[in-house]
């Protein structure tokens, strides 16, 4: 078996973060030999960081480190930054049950070389509906990947993908950016689907005013990678 680093944003988690990180570290000592899980906090002092704090005390398999400041990309970086597994993964805490993340680190387990990421089926309401297509229809255009759910997580890869561990993004676009490299890398994909989850708790942080930034965003990316001299190849993600 292989160890495992799973990262953890932690965005006002602190009503349900006890409760749902033994049931991920359950669901993963079935599967993994060794496992790390980092919880990075990202939010306001609400009680996350005690909560986080506890499950460091009780199991020495969880790390805890508090983000400088906001953003999932940076929660995400800080933590893939930390982790030592040969295979890493990160997830919303809030979107995922222990279940799907067994299943992405198991797919990973039985295809080393993959990068998994999962394909949410059903969005919540029609306006999320049409603002996800339209984000994921210019990211196809963009950058001539043919996902449908570019921030789905869990998102799981080898460690020994360099470039993913070289993420840029402090932002919401780190999704993004991580499949944009694995074109360029020629990283493959491997899509699994997930049933519509409901949230832990709280309420999704996507406003118009951060789907308008993800938007423009994206053009931003392009530039970006391409000033890094990664260029983009289409690749096929095996279903």
Partial sequence: MTDVSVVLPAYRAADHLQ????EMVTE????????????????????TDEAAQTLQESDPRVRVVRAEDA??????????????????AYTNLART????????VQLSLGAPGYVIKANRM?????????????????????????VFDVNGTPKVFPSTFTELRAL??????????LIAVCASCGYDLLEFSVPPLPRHSGRSTTNLASAW??????LDL???????GLTHQLIKPRP
């Avoid at 409760?19 to 033994?22: E, K």
């Avoid at 049950?97 to 992405?104: E, I, N, S």
């Avoid at 392009?222 to 890094?228: A, I, N, P, Q, T």
Wanted: no cysteine; proline share 4%.
């Fill in 28 to 47: 993963l000592d079935a599967i993994a030999s060794g496992l790390e899980i980092i919880i990075v906090v990202n939010g306001p002092r609400d009680g």
């Fill in 122 to 146: 059903v969005r919540d309401s029609v306006m999320r509906r049409a603002g996800s297509l339209m984000y994921n229809l210019e990211f196809r255009a963009l950058f001539r990947v043919p």
């Fill in 19 to 22: 409760r749902v990180v033994p």
């Fill in 97 to 104: 049950t222990p279940a799907v993340l067994r299943k992405a």
């Fill in 71 to 88: 953003g999932w990309g940076r929660a995400v970086r800080s933590g893939i930054d930390l982790a030592s597994g040969d295979i890493l």
């Fill in 213 to 218: 930034h993800m938007y423009r965003g994206l």
């Fill in 222 to 228: 392009k530039r970006e990678l391409g000033r890094r």
């Fill in 168 to 177: 840029r993004r402090d932002d919401d676009l780190i999704d993004a950016e």
